[in-house]
């Protein structure tokens, strides 16, 4: 579903834009180690498409940042704090599935698709869209974007989790402590006020994650009740970081990790 009134200078929380964020299938974890499953996207960084978009025409990236400007219902502009001044970067919808910009313009977004140079005529007849926005965007660098997910700091999760509840989200932190084999907390060092995000990670075994690596998890946010987790993901723990994790974080927000991949910083 689309929304069919807007106008550009609305807020980005009150679009939805068609962009459907894909996870990888969520499996039991068995290993002795917590580990991170690939991916085929290369993981870049917004400054990468803008400087580099040639070099990167045709793959599929992922990207990571604000959204500036709503253009028209599927399509924004997207770009690293630290390079405001520089281009933006374009975002197209292709996906046909509504995904409900953040209400807080602080939040980030993740996309990821493939690197294109922006033509309104060429997209128009290739993906069957009537952009409703002038053409200064020409040539720009744009992300055809097959998938998109709300994509909050550690800290912003746990100081506010019910703006993140049943919904697709992507993290980036640092592994703080690893507690299990499948069990693991992301540090939160820049929001006064947030706290550590415990993770559960659902993914195949790929590789061995370690403590102070900067990583990006993919899932879904939810409370806490220990019953409930080991009845739904067939979790196994020992009886100490059971007796952690009640105490520590019972009805406290706790994400679902379906992917797992190192950032790109």
């Not at 940042?65 to 197209?92: A, C, K, P, Q, Y």
């Not at 697709?168 to 929001?191: C, K, P, R």
């Not at 739904?232 to 994790?245: A, I, M, S």
């Amino acid at each position: 579903m689309l929304i069919k009134h807007y106008r550009k200078s609305l807020p980005a929380s009150a679009i939805a834009l068609a962009l459907m964020a894909v996870l990888l299938p969520s499996c039991a974890d068995t290993t002795q180690d917590v580990v991170t499953a690939g991916q085929e996207e290369e993981n870049v960084t917004a400054e990468e498409v803008e400087e580099n978009t040639e070099q990167l025409i045709g793959q599929s990236v992922s990207i990571r940042g604000e959204v500036r400007d709503v253009l028209d219902n599927v399509t924004f502009t997207i770009s690293e704090d630290e390079f405001f001044g520089g281009d933006e970067i374009i975002v197209v919808n292709t996906s046909g599935e509504p995904f409900m910009l953040p209400e807080d313009d602080d939040v980030e977004v993740q996309v990821t698709g493939e690197v294109r140079q922006f033509n309104m005529v060429e997209f128009e007849e290739e993906f069957d869209l009537d952009f409703q926005f002038d053409t200064d965007y020409e040539q720009q660098p744009a992300i055809v974007a097959e998938s998109l997910a709300l994509a909050p700091k550690p800290g912003e999760i746990t100081e506010d989790p019910s703006q993140f509840y049943n919904q697709t989200v992507a993290v980036e932190g640092e592994v703080e402590e690893i507690m299990s084999n499948n069990t693991f907390t992301l540090d939160e060092d820049q929001l006064a006020g947030g706290g550590d995000l415990l993770v559960f990670t659902l993914v195949a075994p790929e590789r061995t994650m370690v403590e102070g690596e900067d990583v990006v998890v993919t899932g879904e946010v939810r409370p806490f009740i220990a019953a409930e987790f080991e009845r739904d993901y067939e979790l196994t723990w020992d009886l100490d970081v059971k007796r952690q994790l009640e105490a520590e974080y019972e009805n406290k927000p706790v994400f679902i990790a379906k992917s797992i991949y190192p950032s790109a910083q």
